[in-house]
């Protein structure tokens, strides 16, 4: 029967912990890791004992064998999970990004397999469905897939609380680290971040924070200052403490001093949130709620 695509593209994000994670909130292959601890345990312990007596591990034929069952078992893995995939989704198209094979869990030896080996596995599997079934794939930038917000695109390394898990921290959203990440990926297909080549990783956290500033160009609050107490209302504005947004949070503060010396700004707890909009003149001025404003534009509320 031949094979009858229901799904225009499906995104995966390659992990460990979950060898894919869809776009449509898949995790699959969640046991694979633990496996390759257990492997990994193996490995160390057999090559500690030949160099202790005075060998080589790669001359050791029981090491060789080893080193070829896990081989094997990463091929069986890679192959079983994108066929589920296949299976349960039937896509016309896969995105991925573009694949590292590293984990810091994990040791320099076994890391130095998986890079050698699980690369040209999955190569492989992909060309072997294009050839099969007719379904492509694309690789995109990764660059910040796992810290980026899938749903409101905030950029923040400490959106990920755990490994495993994601909390934004500027709307709150809550969802499994992986699921954000291939999610993030399949977005990125007709994006300008997405070129593989010659898209380094600042420059596409540049267009990321671009992007996420012309949508929230207003501070929720006034900077954190030890001499003042919390604002109540709203949540803390992270980018303020956030170093990828750095440059936003000195003309912001810029902005606040240009404000202050027109006078004083607001001692009531009430909020304040200052826009950066260049489109307004720095010596424009007006009053909000009794307050001076300028071009930073003071206004009581959240972004709008």
Known sequence: MAYAPKAAFIA?????????ATSEGDLLGRGVYDALIRYDQRLTTLARHI?????????SECYRRLVTTIRGFI??????????IIS??????????RLRFRSP??????????QNCGRGVIIAKLTALEEELGVTSEEVNPAYSSQQCNCCGYVDSRNRTEQA?????????????????GRNVGERRSSPETTPVGRTKSAALAELV???????????????????????????????????FRDWASAARLALGSASDLGNLPTTPALV???????????RVGTVEGHPQTGSELVAGGPR
């Open 12 to 20: 995966l994000d390659f992990g460990l912990k979950a060898l894919f």
């Open 51 to 59: 160099q202790r007596s005075g060998g080589k591990p790669r001359d």
């Open 75 to 84: 091929k069986a893995e890679v192959n079983r999970v994108l066929n589920r």
């Open 88 to 97: 349960l989704r039937r896509p016309k198209h896969l995105v991925l990004e």
């Open 105 to 114: 869990g994990l040791s320099a030896r076994l890391n130095r397999i998986l």
């Open 165 to 181: 898990r994601f909390r934004c921290r500027w709307c709150g959203a809550r969802m499994s680290a992986d699921v954000n990440a």
């Open 210 to 244: 671009c992007r996420f500033n012309e949508r929230w160009p207003r501070a929720r609050t006034l900077p954190p200052d030890p001499g003042r107490k919390g604002q109540r209302g709203l949540p803390a504005d992270p980018r303020w403490t956030n170093p990828y």
């Open 273 to 283: 949130a200052v826009g950066l909009n260049a489109r307004v003149p720095i010596d």
